[in-house]
């Protein structure tokens, strides 16, 4: 049981921080607010800190918790898992909406409230584990290929805008360096991809989890790299496709309430965009070229499905046939299509069945 509760508000110079000593339910003592560095030296002092304003507790009583706010929050999380500390990374619009009223809106109030959170849902905590140093490089790397792809995008766009206007020497000049800009990115483009190939290659599971998913047909090199690094290697979901299709935004919610609200099940907006259009791109090739998922797709069309809903359920589709076959280390081919799929109506008629009992 923790008792002592840290609530740390990151931002990209400083760290605030407040701390709550309770037991159980009941909060004990008056609060303590701190403000450092967001650096090394910044991070020691928050820990002697925190041990002078500890109330004779012990570390393993102890709880960090931050909304995780990328780049601002990793250094400090990292420091204190490697020092052993226990540390709580949560989705910043998880607090904000657990902390009732709020009046008053500074980093002092913040950390206050990121502290309360951790004291009141101190049995949802999910302790941080940093990617392993394989994951992390392939998440950097994909993050910044991404980038290059959209900037490339833009360049051309407007290439293509500049060369329908009028002919001038600014024009040309203009279209020759965008040529070369673009010529650059997609040199750069070409060594990212080189680079992450390297990086599945030196690590074993990666390189096995990898082979496994691109033997999917529709699903390559990018749609298998997101799906490696935003899982942490499918450890992060405990292999469950469910909670991965709620993550990439494609597993459909209805709502009701009374007799007036009753809205069909669809798509929640809270999602992963990037990964959520990647998946769509692996969608709309697996049921061209895909000749399961496309037998699969039309079925749904023959039903009097809509086609964006039908794509929507080849990528929920996509995501099961990967994961059991991950769980299960087999590459795909059409008799473990079969095989699963099988197994998939088994389940969903044993579940009826138990609904209805």
């Known amino acids: 049981m923790k008792k002592l509760f840290i609530g740390i508000d990151f931002s990209k110079e400083k760290l605030d921080a407040t701390i709550i000593l309770a037991c159980g339910m009941n909060e004990i003592g008056s609060r303590e607010y701190g403000c450092f560095p967001n650096n090394t030296t910044g991070y020691r002092k928050l820990c002697n800190w925190v041990k002078t304003n500890a109330w ?36 910043a619009y998880a607090i904000k909406h657990s902390s009732g009223i709020q009046r008053v809106k500074n980093d002092k109030a913040d950390s206050a409230i990121i502290a309360e959170y951790a004291w009141r849902q101190q ?98 090199r990018q749609n298998a790299t997101c799906m490696l690094v935003y899982t942490n290697n499918f450890k992060k979901f405990g292999y469950d496709p469910r909670k991965i299709a709620c993550y990439y935004g494609v597993a459909p ?40 998922i496309r037998d699969y797709y039309q079925r749904l069309i023959s039903k009097g499905k809509k086609p964006q809903v039908a794509l929507n359920n080849v990528k929920n589709k996509l995501i099961r046939i990967i994961v059991a076959l991950v769980r299960k280390k087999v590459p795909y081919d059409q008799n473990t299509y079969k095989y699963y799929e099988e197994r998939e109506v088994i389940e969903r008629k044993k579940n009826e069945k138990l609904i209805y009992c």
């Open 56 to 91: 004779n507790t012990i570390a393993e009583e102890w709880l960090f918790c931050g909304e995780d706010t990328g780049s601002c929050s990793i250094g400090l999380s990292k420091w204190l898992y490697g020092k052993g500390y226990d540390i709580w990374i949560e989705n």
């Open 123 to 220: 049995d949802k905590v999910v302790p941080f584990e940093p990617l392993n140093e394989s994951l992390a490089q392939l998440r950097e790397i994909f993050l910044y290929r991404h980038k290059l792809v959209g900037q490339r995008v833009a360049m051309e766009l407007r290439k293509e805008d500049k060369s329908q206007s009028n002919k001038s020497k600014a024009i040309s000049f203009i279209n020759r360096k965008s040529k070369h800009l673009i010529a650059e990115i997609n040199k750069t483009i070409a060594e990212c991809d080189k680079a992450i190939d390297s990086i599945i290659e030196a690590d074993e599971e990666l390189k096995e989890n990898y082979a496994i998913i691109t033997s999917i047909k529709g699903v390559a």
């Open 253 to 292: 919610f209805g709502k009701q309430s009374g007799t007036s609200v009753n809205t069909p099940a669809h798509t929640s907006h809270f999602a992963n965009k990037l990964i959520k259009s990647l998946l769509g791109q692996a969608a709309h090739i697996a049921k061209i070229y895909n000749p399961e």
